[in-house]
């Protein structure tokens, strides 16, 4: 049984950092994409971040600069560095995992999910 289990949220004050974990367990895949997703109350769930097995990654375009992916596929385990944070970036944060090769933006075509965790940028 596939599992993700994301740390690292919390409070915090504008300009400040934080950095995301979220570690698999229970893989069968070779190869797979990691992302990472939010939302916030009353929007819709929204891409923001991932990477391929490879490296390679994609970012949505209010956190380019910003947030930094990376992960250890040695210890089945994806990062997400967040600098800079700003109000809009609160939400609850979810770790995504996709078994396909091309990273999508897409919240549909990952099947795997954690249980998310909170981060609130304060003013």
């Known amino acids: 049984q596939v599992q993700l289990v994301e740390s690292g949220g919390g409070l915090v004050q504008v300009g400040d950092s934080l950095r995301l974990s979220c570690v698999t367990s229970?893989?069968?895949?070779?190869?797979?994409?990691m992302g990472w997703f939010r939302q916030a109350p009353g929007k819709e769930r929204e891409f923001v971040t991932a990477i391929s097995w490879s490296g390679p990654t994609n970012y949505a375009n209010s956190v380019k600069g910003r947030f930094t992916i990376s992960r250890d596929n040695a210890k089945n385990s994806v990062y997400l560095q967040m600098n800079s944070l700003k109000p809009e970036d609160s939400a609850v944060y979810y770790c995504?995992?996709?078994?396909?090769?091309?990273?999508?933006?897409?919240?549909?075509?990952?099947?795997?999910w954690g249980q998310g965790t909170q981060v609130t940028v304060s003013s």
């Open positions: 995504a995992l996709d078994p396909g090769f091309t990273i999508s933006v897409s919240y549909t075509e990952y099947s795997y």
């Open positions: 229970g893989l069968t895949f070779r190869t797979y994409i």
